[in-house]
């Protein structure tokens, strides 16, 4: 960047930016691909909900069960969903929650109402956490957020909760995390990402009962990159014709 001071704007084709030294960008406009991987993020937290919910795999049949007709098996229904971010992707799991009659409930960086029916903000985070069956973590990345889920946090989930993470990995305390499912107090962790990644063989991470883990898989969809390229193309235009652009990235707060 310090060869090239003609520079002017520089658009990141994800959706995060805290890989990036934005911190070497300020002074310079920086937009991203905000929301272009939505769809396929809340559809992925969806299905691991679910799959909490109804035990799945485990409640597959591959032999002739003890039972037949009878399982204890688990709704969406009537459950709360807190979600921890309210951007693009916390609004798209938030339309869908509402579809399954779930309770939605959202805490924000700076607190508003959630402007969506049926989503009520919760101005503290530590008022909110124990409320959820289901704690979704959905906001970027930076220096305030890393070690938000920290040992006297993870304390505060309700007894047999199930904690989701689709941001980063560093917003979490791994240990602290190990501890609370070994205790049963978090029936389960599903987790998107991981540090590092990917992570070295014979990880806990990968054996543990109660972890649902995927290799940072939870964007992919037939449509994710075009979107993500879309994004960019559209940004040119706007460029081009000297209007505001799309996801801009405030190189201060880092998202």
Same mark, same amino acid.
């Given at each position: 960047l310090d060869q090239q001071p003609d520079v002017g704007w520089i658009h990141i084709l994800g959706t995060g930016v805290d890989d990036y030294p934005v911190d070497l960008l300020r002074g310079r406009l920086v937009s991203c691909s905000k929301g272009a991987t939505a769809v396929p993020i809340a559809e992925w937290v969806l299905a691991m909900m679910l799959a909490h919910a109804k035990r799945l795999p485990s409640s597959w049949a591959a032999a002739p069960p003890e039972h037949w007709f009878m399982a204890d098996l688990d709704t969406l229904e009537g459950k709360t969903l807190g979600l921890i971010g309210f951007g693009q992707i916390g609004q798209a799991i938030a339309r869908r929650a509402l579809a399954f009659d779930m309770n939605v409930i959202c805490h924000m960086r700076t607190h508003r109402p959630s402007g969506m029916s049926g989503v009520e903000s919760v101005a503290d985070l530590d008022e909110m956490i124990p409320l959820a069956d289901h704690l979704v973590l959905a906001l970027p990345s930076t220096a305030e957020t890393v070690g938000l889920m920290n040992a006297e946090r993870l304390s505060r989930l309700k007894p047999g909760s199930h904690l989701i993470n689709i941001s980063r990995a560093a917003l979490i305390d791994h240990d602290a995390l190990k501890e609370r499912l070994d205790s049963g107090n978090i029936a389960r962790?599903?987790?998107?990402?991981?540090?590092?990644?990917? =992570?070295?063989?014979? #990880?806990? =991470?990968?054996? #543990?009962?109660?972890?649902?883990?995927?290799? #940072?898989?939870?964007?992919?969809?037939?449509?994710?990159?075009?979107?993500?390229?879309?994004?960019?193309?559209?940004?040119?235009?706007?460029?081009?014709?000297?209007?505001? =652009?799309?996801?801009?990235?405030?190189?201060?707060?880092?998202?």
């Open positions: 962790a599903s987790l998107d990402v991981v540090n590092p990644e990917p =992570l070295p063989d014979g #990880h806990w =991470l990968y054996r #543990h009962p109660s972890v649902q883990l995927s290799p #940072h898989i939870a964007w992919n969809g037939p449509r994710s990159h075009e979107r993500m390229s879309q994004a960019f193309l559209d940004n040119l235009r706007l460029w081009c014709a000297g209007d505001s =652009l799309q996801g801009v990235v405030d190189t201060y707060v880092g998202y």
